[in-house]
């Protein structure tokens, strides 16, 4: 998954704390999403960002904030974890000769007990 | 309302044998067909897409199917190998609307020996 690299690969929260994945590329694409993946619901859009200082919700958004300070890195801020988020997050970048497919990041497993 | 819909969860297929994975899709407006792959602990990859203009679209041992008075596709896997055990996402997208792609909720793939 060069390109799009995330941080932490795995992290375990007690219900109430606070955390915030990263999401780094070297692709130089302005828009840049996030995603959870749960067992049998498929991936669902949390977050996405068109372009660097613009963010727009998408079909999961409750529970969580995003951050895009510059055009390389999209953050994820869960500020009061629960138990209902524990997922795999996974970033993703726009692919493709005219971006019709996303390049995905490895993911990180979040547990929050 | 589920605009993309696998109503297989799981499959499982002899190895040698033609995989079929079934995708419905409830919106006309929708341009780009994509399949994507998961392997357990890693991102999401593309597999192969089928623009709404076309019927089939074909690379190597893959071929998917566009049905679009049906509003179904399919991916067919000929033959299939025990490196095609994962999970299997359909997606669709609007093209230039935000780059954002409609997962559905996958189907497992399991190749038999």
């Given amino acids: 998954n060069a390109g799009v690299t995330q941080t932490p ?72 974890a629960a138990p209902s988020q524990t997922s795999v997050y996974f970033c993703a970048i726009p692919t493709g000769p005219s971006r019709e497919t996303q390049y995905f990041g490895p993911g990180t497993r979040l547990l929050v007990l | 309302d589920q605009q993309v819909k696998q109503n297989s969860p799981s499959l499982s297929v002899q190895e ?6 079934n995708c419905d899709y409830t919106n006309s407006m929708f341009d780009y067909f994509l399949w994507y792959k998961k392997y357990p602990a890693e991102g999401p990859t593309f597999l192969i897409s089928i623009s709404s203009i076309k019927d089939k679209n074909e690379d190597g041992r893959f071929t998917v199917f566009l049905n679009k008075s049906a509003k179904h596709l399919s991916l067919h896997i000929v033959p299939s190998q025990p490196g095609d055990s994962a999970v299997y996402f359909c997606a669709a997208t609007f093209r230039g609307r935000d780059d954002k792609i409609i997962f559905g909720k996958g189907t497992r793939l399991h190749i038999l020996p």
């Fill in chain 2, 16 to 21: 040698g044998r033609i995989s079929i994975l």
């Fill in chain 1, 9 to 80: 690969k795995f992290q375990v929260l007690k219900t109430g704390q606070s955390m915030t994945l990263q999401c780094a590329q070297d692709m130089n694409h302005n828009s840049m999403y996030w995603y959870r993946q749960d067992p049998g619901m498929g991936l669902r859009l949390i977050y996405y960002s068109a372009s660097e200082g613009t963010t727009d919700k998408g079909e999961v958004p409750n529970g969580y904030n995003v951050s895009r300070l510059n055009k390389r890195e999209f953050s994820l801020r869960l500020e009061s």
